[in-house]
T-cell receptor, first 118, second 113 residues
Framework: SAVISQKPSRDICQRGTSLTIQCQVDSQVTMMFWYRQQPGQSLTLIATANQGSEATYESGFVIDKFPISRPNLTFSTLTVSNMSPEDSSIYLC???????????????FGSGTRLTVV | AQSVTQLDSQVPVFEEAPVELRCNYSSSVSVYLFWYVQYPNQGLQLLLKYLSGSTLVESINGFEAEFNKSQTSFHLRKPSVHISDTAEYFCAVSRLTADKLIFGTGTRLQVFP
């Protein structure tokens, strides 16, 4: 399965600032996903990022707050903009291995970015 | 739309006892089913998955799950747990046609000596 390098692993940020999280994959993948895991809760999908097109956002998430870039088949960034303490969460990227659609191979996750907003 | 229900938020159990973590899903189309494990302060790891074929799937560390289409369930079981199995377990589904994962709320398995 694909190996994902996600950074930073953690950060403490001031409210009102922005943080960009990066995910690098060791192979080309079609679809990348960004999730949020709020303290003590499950994972919620923020958006799906395909190379060469606009990200598709889930209900409750907007591009102005969580802009995403997907410049090529191995890299993506998620920015958390104008942060508030409510944005304190773990953010994870995920890929469907080998770029094959359909979820057939099981999704791989990055190690996560633990964000604390003060 | 798909949804996943994990009925138990916490499951305490003694070491070497059997355990079952329950997962039910709802979907109008066929789905793939997954169990992920998250050890304390670590990322998500795929534990096992059901794609097609045999309804009983096994992991390398003794867990197994059985897909039951009529009951729309994918319960996770282990006949004898270890202290090291203490973790958060997430059930998830995805549609067959290239899609995101929908997660359940998670079950915290706490194994006591």
């Amino acid at each position: 399965s694909a190996v994902i390098s996600q950074k930073p692993s953690r950060d403490i940020c001031q409210r009102g600032t922005s943080l960009t999280i990066q995910c690098q994959v060791d192979s080309q993948v079609t679809m990348m996903f960004w999730y949020r895991q709020q303290p003590g809760q499950s994972l919620t999908l923020i958006a799906t990022a395909n190379q060469g097109s606009e990200a598709t956002y889930e209900s409750g998430f907007v591009i102005d707050k969580f802009p995403i870039s997907r410049p090529n088949l191995t890299f993506s960034t998620l920015t958390v903009s104008n942060m508030s303490p409510e944005d304190s969460s773990i953010y994870l990227c995920s890929v469907e291995p080998q770029g094959i659609g359909g979820g057939a191979s099981g999704y791989t996750f990055g190690s996560g970015t633990r964000l604390t907003v003060v | 739309a798909q949804s996943v229900t994990q009925l138990d938020s916490q499951v305490p159990v003694f070491e070497e006892a059997p355990v079952e973590l329950r997962c039910n899903y709802s979907s109008s189309v066929s789905v793939y089913l997954f169990w992920y494990v998250q050890y304390p302060n670590q990322g998500l790891q795929l534990l096992l998955k059901y794609l097609s074929g045999s309804t009983l799937v096994e992991s390398i560390n003794g867990f197994e799950a059985e897909f039951n289409k009529s009951q729309t369930s994918f319960h996770l079981r282990k006949p004898s747990v270890h202290i090291s199995d203490t973790a958060e377990y997430f059930c998830a589904v995805s549609r067959l046609t290239a899609d995101k994962l929908i997660f359940g709320t998670g079950t915290r398995l706490q194994v006591f000596p």
